[in-house]
DNA sequence: ATAGGGTTAG
């Protein structure tokens, strides 16, 4: 209807009115072409506007010299009052020329006129300074308001958040709190996004959960989404599956966050749990979920579950997801062999980086190097940049292969690419230099680095146990601890190997109490090589006791104990162990299988000992050289005997 | 408001 009447106003063209923002009621649109001038005062709708414009100044305004300022001019230059509501569009006129300038000239008018006290125009001015991100003009205006709603507090709170100002919200958050006003649900939205951006300790997000509750809002799941995530990502899975569980209204957002939160946390099982229950009740599994519970089964290896999850997700058309795919492509290439992998690979629409590193990381952490390399290079050509990630894959396949000449080559990549100061990329770096031996370049880039980072340390300790110097070991060690790093589960067997096979048992013994200290007693891989340490130096009960206070022994920790008995001429107890070992459900290793050989070639027992050979053929042992050693062993003594 | 890939080990 209006458009009608425009367009049969020849010039008023649609693009000219696109000038104007859109905000018009037809019903008192049609009045100014009644009285334009006696409408103006008292309603200003886009079409009035422009059709007043056109009545009034036919020769002066045309669609390309009309800008608001120049508008107010003409209005101004006529004797007529520009209302606040003239000035709302006039700002509206600046978000879409993008003058600041103009956006300051009206600013000033508007202080001028006394309309500063307007709610509406204060609030329009923080959206154009925000818009022309001018941070001073909004914090100005936002000062001089005299009546600052909830919702002015949430324009600017929301406004910041959208620059990233973590800081900055968490502050104005602080204000609005000292000064009653209170929050509303997308206030708590954006100071929790500000949390975790910020990473703020986990003491303030639970006085901001407190006020939460407070205000009644813990059962919004906007608001308790982030909090889900934030619980989460400091670990607090227990704090997270409380807000959770306290949901009414779960949405598929919530599940999501809770089972990635569980997901990323090692809590896998739960994860996959938690994804069942969500399925049962009926909710649709997104995109999200999926990527989320496959990654846990992934980092678990659950093959078979991860494959279930695969049909599911041709059943709710998430296939050609670029995030799903990676995740499955991640679980297919943790298995064995690189078929599935490589088929949903092939058969993505739009790899992205992570595809790649996905498939790279697989071969990688299976050795396969070359292959590896290969897709860094097909990467390339196909215009994605290999990232941090990529390269630490890459460099942990060198290290583990000693390929120190290819690793050397992706080096002089990282310093062009300026990923040298990224914390998994220098670890990656100096493992493979210690991997390869080159123990003083190894140290060089050490000395470069910042101290902050335990693995850097831990490989420190590798290194000098590489080279059977305890002494340089124990000085890291100690400095290590002077520095305030915590060691960690990789620290201490690094440095007990070393005790072990320099034969200082009394460091090891000083480092077995500090080992209890900080509660890494019940660690599996610190205890492997407390027994073997212990069993090595004939303290053979020693190791025992360390043994049976494990909750989940493994096969490594028993075949160093059976090992330990075997050296020390032990057979009967090692060959009892070895026994138990198997009773137990554990497959033995190629240690366990040699030290039991020679324990029956140590009481000539040559039918076990042949019995013993033929489990560890099956076992897939049948070119183990120290099996075959044994064998020999057990040979000489049987034939000895006869 | 929710998602995928990474360094050190016996």
New binding site residues.
């Given amino acids: 209807m209006i458009l009608n009447l425009i367009s049969l106003r020849g010039s008023l063209s649609k693009s000219f009115l696109s000038h104007f923002p859109r905000k018009s009621n037809p019903a008192i649109s049609l009045k100014p072409f009644q009285n334009p001038r006696k409408c103006f005062s008292w309603d200003l709708s886009r079409p009035t506007l422009a059709c007043y414009a056109f009545d009034e100044f036919p020769n002066e305004v045309n669609e390309e010299n009309l800008k608001g300022i120049e508008f107010l001019q003409l209005m101004e230059h006529r004797g007529i009052c520009a209302n606040c509501q003239t000035y709302t569009w006039l700002l509206d006129l600046c978000l879409n020329s993008g003058s600041l300038v103009e956006c300051k000239k009206l600013h000033g008018k508007i202080l001028k006129l006394g309309f500063g006290n307007e709610s509406v125009l204060c609030n329009k001015l923080v959206d154009v300074y925000f818009a022309l991100g001018d941070l001073d003009g909004v914090v100005k205006v936002f000062e001089d308001m005299p009546n600052r709603s909830a919702r002015s507090w949430d324009k600017i709170i929301s406004g910041f958040?959208e620059k990233k100002m973590s800081n900055r919200v968490l502050d104005l958050f602080s204000c609005m709190v000292e000064e009653n006003v209170s929050p509303t649900e997308i206030t708590f939205?954006?100071v929790?996004?500000a949390c975790?951006g910020h990473g703020v300790g986990i003491r303030y997000v639970e006085q901001i959960h407190a006020r939460i509750i407070f205000h009644g809002f813990q059962i919004s799941?906007?608001i308790s989404?982030?909090l889900i995530?934030l619980y989460?990502k400091n670990g607090l899975i227990l704090s997270a599956r409380k807000v959770f569980d306290n949901l009414c209204m779960k949405?598929?957002?919530?599940?999501?966050?809770m089972i990635?939160?569980f997901?990323?946390n090692g809590y896998e099982e739960e994860a996959i749990h938690l994804f069942c229950e969500m399925h049962i009740a009926g909710v649709f599994p997104?995109?999200?979920?999926?990527?989320?519970v496959?990654?846990g089964c992934?980092?678990i290896k659950l093959f078979d579950v991860g494959e279930q999850l695969h049909a599911l997700v041709f059943k709710y058309g998430s296939s050609l997801?670029?995030?799903?795919?990676?995740?499955l492509v991640?679980l297919y290439s943790r298995m064995p062999n690189f078929v599935s992998a490589e088929k949903v690979f092939s058969k993505m629409q739009s790899k992205?980086?992570?595809?790649?590193?996905?498939l790279i990381?697989?071969l990688?952490?299976q050795g396969f190097s070359d292959g590896a390399l290969e897709l860094f290079t097909k990467m390339k050509r196909d215009y994605l940049k290999p990232?941090?990630?990529?390269?630490?894959?890459l460099?942990?396949a060198c290290?583990?292969n000693g390929a120190l000449c290819k690793g050397e080559q992706l080096h002089s990549y990282v310093i062009k690419a300026g990923?040298s100061s990224?914390?998994?990329?220098?670890?990656?770096l100096l493992?493979l230099y210690v991997?390869c031996s080159d123990i003083k370049t190894a140290h060089e880039i050490f000395l470069t680095t910042k101290t902050e980072?335990?693995?850097?340390w831990?490989?420190m300790l590798?290194a000098y146990g590489k080279l059977d110097n305890l002494r340089e070991s124990f000085i890291i060690y100690r400095q290590m601890q002077i520095k305030g790093l915590i060691p960690?589960?990789?620290?201490y067997?690094?440095i007990l190997?070393t005790c072990t096979s320099v034969g200082a048992l009394d460091v090891g013994e000083q480092i077995h109490t500090q080992v209890i200290k900080t509660g890494f007693q019940f660690?599996?891989?610190?205890?492997?090589?407390l027994i073997?340490m212990y069993a090595k130096h004939g303290k053979l009960d020693t190791a025992h006791v360390i043994l049976r206070t494990l909750a989940e022994e493994?096969?490594?920790?028993w075949t160093?104990l059976i090992s330990g008995y075997a050296q020390h001429n032990l057979f009967a107890e090692a060959l009892k162990h070895f026994r138990e070992m198997l009773d137990r459900g554990i497959q033995s290793d190629n240690i366990g299988f040699s030290s039991a050989i020679s324990a029956c070639a140590g009481i000539q027992a040559l039918n076990l000992g042949r019995q013993i050979h033929a489990q560890s053929y099956v076992s897939g042992y049948s070119e183990d050289l120290s099996i075959g050693n044994a064998l020999v062993l057990h040979r000489v003594d049987t034939v000895r005997k006869h």
């Fill in positions: 958040m939205g954006s929790l996004r975790s799941p906007i989404n982030p995530g989460a949405d598929s957002v919530s599940w999501v966050a990635s939160g997901s990323q997104t995109p999200y979920v999926f990527s989320s496959l990654s992934s980092k997801e670029t995030y799903v795919c990676n995740a991640t992205d980086e992570v595809s790649f590193n996905s990381s697989g990688a952490q990232d941090c990630v990529t390269v630490a894959s460099l942990s290290a583990s990923m990224d914390i998994i990329v220098e670890g990656a493992d991997n980072n335990v693995v850097l831990n490989v590798v960690n589960q990789f620290t067997p690094s190997r660690n599996v891989y610190v205890c492997s090589v073997d493994d096969v490594v920790s160093a």
